[in-house]
């Protein structure tokens, strides 16, 4: 909800960094697995209760998550960067919940897997959309240039950071913290659902595929895996 504000503020220190590591054999890809090293050095410490080394990897994960995209604006955006930049990112905030899992099973486990789940919904309807507006070429950079189409929700990263720093401050409370940003998480997924079944359902239907059989019930013998 607040990325798009976040970034007219952070864009412009990283883009200056950006164009000073130009002259360096430094890779946005590279930085983009820096980000993944620091963000799973966080969830490490979390699991062995050391918040505040935890706090400070979390810091450089998501400073390293910003800048590689503006690296890759200097020397031109790639597929496998985006691919990487995505899929990374999802792999850190899985790790920061089942981290705290770790660390107190009894208290945490619960909240943890009602976080993770919500993780999975908001995703899922993240990523769905990006493939169906990727087969319909649509494009857009209110968040920036991206290689993927990105859909706004309640729940974005810059609420998921702020809520991990906070149970990084507070583990105490991160029963608390993980099912009241669950709810949040769960409310972002079903508000999407519903503006994509919005802005799809008076669309037509897709083409049939060439080769593909009619619709419509098919008399005669069926077969099953039994036969």
Not at 44 to 61: C, D, R, Y
Not at 121 to 139: D, H, P
Not at 148 to 165: K, N, P, Q, S
Not at 188 to 215: E, F, I, Q, T
Request: aromatic share 12%.
């Amino acid at each position: 909800m607040y990325d798009t504000r976040i970034r007219r503020i952070i864009d412009p220190p990283l883009n200056w960094i950006a164009r000073r590591l130009r002259p360096l054999p430094v890779t946005a890809n590279q930085i983009t697995v820096a980000a993944l090293v620091f963000g799973l050095a966080s969830a490490v410490a979390v699991a062995f209760g050391a918040f505040g080394p935890a706090l400070v990897a979390l810091a450089a994960s998501r400073i390293a998550d910003g800048l590689d995209g503006a690296v890759a604006r200097q020397h031109g955006v790639t597929r496998l960067g985006g691919y990487l930049d995505i899929v990374f990112d999802f792999f850190f905030y899985g790790a920061i919940p089942l981290a705290f899992a770790i660390a107190d099973p009894s208290r945490n486990a619960l909240a943890a897997a009602v976080l993770l789940a919500s993780f999975y919904a908001n995703g899922a309807t993240f990523l769905g959309f990006a493939a169906v507006a990727a087969e319909m070429r649509l494009t857009t950079d209110i968040q920036g240039r991206k290689s993927i189409y990105y859909f706004a929700g309640l729940a974005e990263g810059a609420e998921t950071i702020a809520v991990f720093c906070l149970m990084m401050v507070f583990p105490a409370a991160f029963v608390w913290l993980a099912f009241l940003f669950a709810a949040v998480c769960f409310v972002s997924a079903g508000a999407r659902v519903l503006a994509v079944n919005d802005m799809l359902r008076h669309l037509p239907p897709m083409p049939p595929v060439a080769g593909a059989p009619p619709a419509g019930p098919v008399s005669g013998p069926t077969s099953s895996s039994a036969d």
